[in-house]
Every structure is written in structure tokens, then in C-alpha cells.
């Protein structure tokens, strides 16, 4: 009987088979990225507690995108997910639109459509869809760059029922010219993807293992530490960290999704129904 690589062993934990080409473990954030978080200038923001949308069935709000015309779109992951229309004023739900997305944890919006990361997968790999805003069809999908097994998944059996440990894509952003920023924890990248093509066509390190919600300002991306609770501010050319925002993790919302709206930066608490923005 051939012996069993660590890699075989996450595969055969998690009832599938995954393809080597496309799968990733439990990255190693380097000792170099660790001292550059650690020693990052401090941004001084405020968390301000802007709703809860609970109320309104809109159970974990995962990520965030401001649509043109200035509402906000929240994406939840309550599978079958839906993306709910938001008043940001207000806080209001103006309409739901239910996708074919399965633990989403990323949305963005370019070239008139929806870019959804469906971070779990009834069948197949973990996958990024292009969705009609309008009908919630899948327009097109592809398998998502660098997903795999990471953190305390690596740990965890999955038990009858449950979906597979694997997980895809989480923030993304639309960063103009055909082209968006994906944050892939398993990989330990951030992904400049071809949207019509679903290729990479260049990544950055990722600052944490547990990236989540991506905002662009300018040169640089802010990328959510979900584990530390804290943001990140990265050069997009080298993935460098120039600065940080600290929540008080024990008190405020936890963060999950972001954006960023005349220089706000926005988030959103899937593990508690809240949206805020920093001030």
C-alpha cells in the first residue's frame, strides 16, 4: 500500500479528491511579513456602529460592495446566499436577489456584472462566479486560483452532512481595466485576476492567513486580518504593508467584508448581523 502524504491525509479527511495542481495548505506567513505587521504605523480610527440588518434576514453579512448608483450591496452567507440591496443611510433592505453561491464570502461588482466567491462548493472546486445583478443566473465560473485547506480546517473532520473543508476565494475587488483582487487564505496571496478569463495574472503575498475583506485606495489594497482584527494597508505593486488599523477585538463587531466610499472605510460582522464604518 503507497504511504500516504500529509497532503493525502487532508484529502481523504475531507471525503474528496482534490486535484495537486490546484491545491493549497496552511500557508506560512514569513518571519519578515510578521515584524512588518508588528511594526506597522498605527492609523487611530473608531469603530462606528452604523445597523444591524438581522432583523431584515440579512443573518451574516459577509462582504460589501457600493454599487454606482451609491446604495451598498451586502453579500450573505447564509446558503442559498442572496445579495441584499442596502439604503447605507438608513440601513434599509431595498431588494434581495438569491445566487447560486454557496458560503460566499467576496463580492465586487465590473463590466456590468457580479463577481461572487463561492468560498464552499456543492460539487466540483471551490469557484468564482460572474452572477447578473439582476436575475441572480450564473453568468460564468471558474475554479478558484490557490484554494485548499487552511488554519483550524486542517484540524477539523468534517461530519456527515457537512460541506467540504476546502475554501476558495474571500474579498474581492474590482480594480478597473477587466480586472480584480481576490484574497485566497489557502494560497497565502492576494490574486490580480483576468475577469472574463478567470486567470491570475499577477499576485502579492498576503499579510495574515485569514485574509478576508478587500477595499483599493490608489496604490494600495486594505485587506482584512479576520484573526487578528485587524486591516491592512498593502503596496499593490510588492504586497509591502505600510499601515495598520487596530480593533479592539474583544469589543468591537468582528470584520469580516470591506470597502471604502469617499474615503470611508466600510465593514461588515457576518458573525453578528452589523455594518460600520471607520472614523
Not at 495537486?20 to 492609523?43: G, S, Y
Request: glycine fraction near 10%; include cysteine.
Amino acid at each position: 500500500m503507497a504511504r500516504l502524504s500529509r497532503r493525502d491525509l487532508m484529502v481523504a479527511a475531507a471525503g474528496t479528491l482534490i486535484p495537486a495542481q490546484a491545491f493549497a495548505t496552511d500557508p506560512v506567513i514569513p518571519e519578515t511579513t510578521l515584524a512588518a505587521r508588528k511594526n506597522a504605523p498605527v492609523v487611530p480610527k473608531k469603530v462606528n456602529r452604523l445597523y444591524n440588518l438581522t432583523a431584515q434576514g440579512v443573518k451574516e453579512p459577509n462582504d460589501m460592495q457600493f454599487a454606482p448608483n451609491g446604495q451598498l450591496w451586502i453579500l450573505d452567507q447564509v446558503d442559498p446566499n442572496h445579495v441584499a440591496t442596502i439604503d447605507p443611510i438608513t440601513g434599509q433592505v431595498l431588494a434581495n436577489v438569491v445566487t447560486e453561491c454557496i458560503h460566499g464570502s467576496g463580492i465586487t461588482y465590473g463590466d456590468g456584472a457580479w463577481f461572487l466567491t463561492s468560498t464552499k462548493v456543492l460539487s466540483g472546486n471551490p469557484s468564482t462566479l460572474k452572477v447578473d445583478p439582476k436575475t441572480g443566473k450564473t453568468l460564468k465560473k471558474w475554479e478558484t486560483p490557490g484554494w485548499g485547506i487552511y488554519g483550524v480546517y486542517t484540524q477539523r473532520a468534517p461530519k456527515p452532512g457537512d460541506l467540504p473543508l476546502a475554501s476558495g476565494g474571500h474579498g474581492v475587488k474590482w480594480s478597473g481595466n477587466g480586472q480584480y483582487w481576490m484574497a485566497v487564505p489557502a494560497s497565502g496571496k492576494i490574486f490580480l485576476m483576468n475577469a472574463e478569463e478567470g486567470t491570475v495574472a499577477r499576485s502579492i503575498p498576503a499579510p495574515t492567513v485569514r485574509t478576508h475583506g478587500l477595499a483599493l485606495d490608489g496604490d494600495h489594497i486594505w485587506c482584512v486580518g479576520a484573526d487578528e482584527a485587524e486591516i491592512y494597508k498593502l503596496q499593490n505593486s510588492n504586497g509591502a504593508i505600510v499601515a495598520k488599523i487596530v480593533l479592539d477585538k474583544a469589543n468591537d463587531p468582528s470584520i469580516h467584508g470591506l470597502d471604502i466610499k469617499d474615503g470611508v472605510l466600510w465593514y461588515c460582522d457576518a458573525n453578528k448581523g452589523w455594518v460600520c464604518n471607520l472614523i
